[in-house]
């Protein structure tokens, strides 16, 4: 790590630089591409989420030397493909009586998701501002990482690697919170 206080991650290796280049230049082709394919624009996010995972598990495979967004929307297309057989499926399911099942299931969970969320909303007002912010950035104004990057004077994949352990603050502090006292006599 860098003796420079001020620096708080590492730089990327060079494979991730230019995979998160290519990929951040893409990214909204890419969306375009299976937004026209799928109704809903939060399930176009999920499947453009579940594409960049498989293009950083086979960029080692991605030739430099051809158009990054083509080789991308391949496969945007396979992922775009698995959710719709996914979904044909869970409509099935739901015309078998599950949805009911689910509804009944969530009422009866439902005393510890309301737990878990003023949990989570306590754990969010002790984080320091600057994670905090970065949060609600991400997560409630939807800004992009590229701006939360800029903003915070940090590298996109620092950004990233930041957001990474806020979450996995948040969910100990959740889970923390979440066990009963215990009383020592």
């Known amino acids: 790590m860098s003796s420079d206080p001020t620096r708080h991650f590492e730089d990327p290796p060079p494979a991730q630089e ?5 990929f951040l230049r893409s990214e909204r ?5 299976v937004a026209a394919l799928v109704p809903n ?13 498989v293009l950083w598990e086979k ?3 991605y030739d430099l030397h051809q158009p990054f967004t083509p080789w991308a929307c ?4 396979n992922k775009t493909r ?26 009866e969970l439902r005393p510890e998701f309301d737990l878990r969320l003023r949990n989570l909303e306590g754990c969010l007002r002790k984080l320091p501002m600057e994670q905090r912010s ?3 950035g991400y997560y409630y104004r939807r800004d992009g990482i590229e701006n939360l990057a800029t903003n915070s004077g940090r590298t996109v994949a620092a950004t990233y690697k930041m957001l990474q352990r806020v979450r996995l603050a948040l969910q100990a502090c959740i889970e923390n919170a979440s066990k009963p006292e215990r009383v020592t006599l």
């Open 59 to 61: 960029f080692e495979a």
């Open 41 to 53: 624009v939060a399930d176009a996010e999920d499947i453009v989420q579940q594409t960049a995972l």
């Open 74 to 77: 391949r496969f945007a297309l």
């Open 82 to 107: 698995q959710w719709l057989e996914r979904r044909q499926r869970w409509h099935a399911l739901l015309e078998g009586g599950l949805a009911e099942e689910l509804a009944q299931r969530r009422e």
């Open 18 to 22: 230019r995979f998160l280049s290519l």
């Open 134 to 136: 970065l949060v609600e």
């Open 29 to 33: 082709e890419i969306f375009r591409y």
